[in-house]
């Protein structure tokens, strides 16, 4: 079963910055888009970054767009996303994604990591 695992979730303060992880297994993440999406209590799941393939060409949602930075390392099956000048606003639970190429939608889903930003 193919799993995708997120790490690296935590409280920290605002201006502060956390490193999200996901692993892969049983999924080999060469073959996929990844992205990385959030969730916040009340609210819709909504995009946050995204990364090709090769990790030449990623996309961010404007509210994260110079401080949030998305990157892969393909030979360790792995997806990240750095985070800095965290603001209470990016409170959310956050999930990895990965979809074949040219797909609309995005087919395999971790189970979420918390993030909480206190001000």
């Known amino acids: 079963q193919v799993q995708l695992v997120e790490s690296g979730g935590g409280l920290v303060q605002s201006g502060g910055s956390l490193r999200l992880s996901c692993a892969a297994s049983k999924l080999t993440i060469t073959l996929f888009e990844m992205g990385w999406f959030r969730q916040a209590p009340g609210k819709e799941r909504e995009f946050v970054a995204s990364i090709s393939r090769s990790g030449e060409s990623t996309a961010y949602a404007d509210s994260v767009k110079g401080r949030f930075t998305i990157s892969r390392d393909n030979a360790k099956n792995m997806m990240y996303l750095q985070m800095n000048s965290l603001r209470p606003e990016d409170t959310a639970v956050y999930y990895c994604?990965?979809?074949?190429?040219?797909?609309?939608?995005?087919?395999?889903w971790g189970q979420g990591t918390q993030v909480t930003v206190s001000s």
């Open positions: 994604a990965g979809r074949w190429v040219g797909a609309s939608q995005y087919t395999y």
